[in-house]
């Protein structure tokens, strides 16, 4: 299904850092590209960031919608639950 | 501290934006909602409308107050440290001038076009995402204000945004912009920001932009550049959402959609033409070309986006093969009118450095040595002979897009012929700069027929007085803001504050 390109771009701070790394743990096949002041992951499919991961890194419990502090651009439909965001085509 | 089970996201979402309104008994619904019918879209069932993000009004407030905490943090610091001492080079202002003049008044016109949404949409989860979006736009507003604020103690041009952008003539693009939206339906008015614009365009406006600004060593306007680049992330995905749930209430709304985008992704395009110029040009270092953020922000991803929804008929807007022609073309011609005519203009233009004119060369291969090298060199040598050329007569402004008429026939391969279009309408003829604006003007004449279009009104008398000067005072121009930048106030202060030696 999904074969359009994904993007998702975080600011690029410490406090984004967790949810950067995150991305980058859950979507191994994401390209990752720093451009000044962000960091940009794009990915053919469907790109997914589950709340365990960011969980993991930051060693406390997370609300996903905390991303919203972090976030600068995406692409995509957009799925959001308590447990995982996911952005894809449906092509 | 007992351990209370939480409702999980989609039941919180759920009860925090559904049930909460009512039926009238002592009015019509039409009576009530009067503007949800004039436009033919139809909606059967309000219900569908759903936030993609599930965003709830306790966790909006709490987040919007973590990120002006953040935001206010580093302008703080930034205006304690003189950090404005740290940009590439005083010339970059010159891109902010532009930004502030033309794009915060936007924000704030959006943030009264989405209150006027939350009253006249009747479905609630609507009227909630739309009352979220309104405050959004505010805050935009008053961050890229405080933020500029700290540079007007230092530099000239943006003391008077909202001043200015009722006034100005470059500034009656954005305005008219905004005001093409403000004045229709409010489901037009929604597909042209939320879609057209905040979805298809704005990555292009706020990303490599504000990457710009940290380039530039402007650690201030790039914090609120992405700290509203984070609602945008929210808008975007409202923006898709919205175009479904209208595709999906009615296969009527689908010919009224397509409609809506064609002529919003236009005159969203043609507005950033702007920003192509402030991305090559005034950027002192550009991390990015404009012709490579439309390659990944549009080609790619409105490629992506419109593969999604050929499910429901929608095709690619009009005229975006135009768009991507003219990549090649738009910084250059837009900038070359704004180099010509900033001596009327409230910022400094000047030739690009051989520097830049190198980079240039590198990111347009095809383009701009051949056409656009030559006449910046000839420029050149006006100037060393002392001539520095301005335009000395008004240009001639679209009536759409109301950009002057700078474009070309790029499409059809004919890059130095004029691309302009004539159209009559009631005996009067009516000038557009592309068969797209044409098209807009010819569905809704008696919309476009009264614009006001700014040459026409300076020399009708209407600005001021008829000499340059009386439309300068007019804009509140005064003290030799515009112009040159060599030798400009700004220039000479910026020497000043570094021991005689300019940034790059």
Redesign the interface.
Known sequence: MAE????I?F?DNM?ARPFIDAVETDNPEAVMQH????VRFEIVGTLTLSRETVEEILGREVDL??I???????????????DFIRLS??? | MSEKKRL???KRYELLTRGLAWEPSYQPREKVFPLELFEGIKIVDWDKWED????TTD?YWK?QA??DK?LYAVMDSFAQNDGFLNLTDASYINALKIFVQGVTPIEYQAHRGFAHLARNFAGEGAQIACQMQSIDELRHTQTQIHTVSNYNKYFTGLHEPFHMFDRVWYLSVPKSFIEDGRTAGPFEFIVSISFAFEYLLT?LL??PF??????NGDMST?TFG?SA??D???H??LG?GIIKFLLEQHEDNVPIVQAWIDKHFWRSYRLLSLVSAMQDYMLVES??SWKEAWAIYFE??A???F??LA?YGIKMPKYHEVATAEADHLSHQVYGILYAASHAAGFQTQIPTKKKMDWLSEKYPDTFDKYYRPRWELWREMEEKGKRFFIGALPLDCQVCQVPMVFTDVVNGNPMEPSYQVSEYKADKYHTCSEACRDIFEHEPEKYSQAMIPPQQIYQGNCGGEAIPDVLDWYHFTGGIGGEYKGSIDETNWKKWHGGNTGS
């Open positions: 359009g390109k994904i993007f771009i600011q406090d451009e000044p002041g962000m919608q905390e919203h502090m972090h976030l600068i651009s995406l692409s995509g439909n957009l799925e959001e639950d308590d085509w449906n092509t | 999980n996201m989609r993609p993000f599930r965003l966790a987040y973590e990120k953040k990555n706020f990303v504000m990457s710009g600004a940290a380039y790039v992405f680049q984070s945008e992330s929210r975007m995905t898709l991390p990015m790619e991803n490629g992506a986006l593969k999604d499910r």
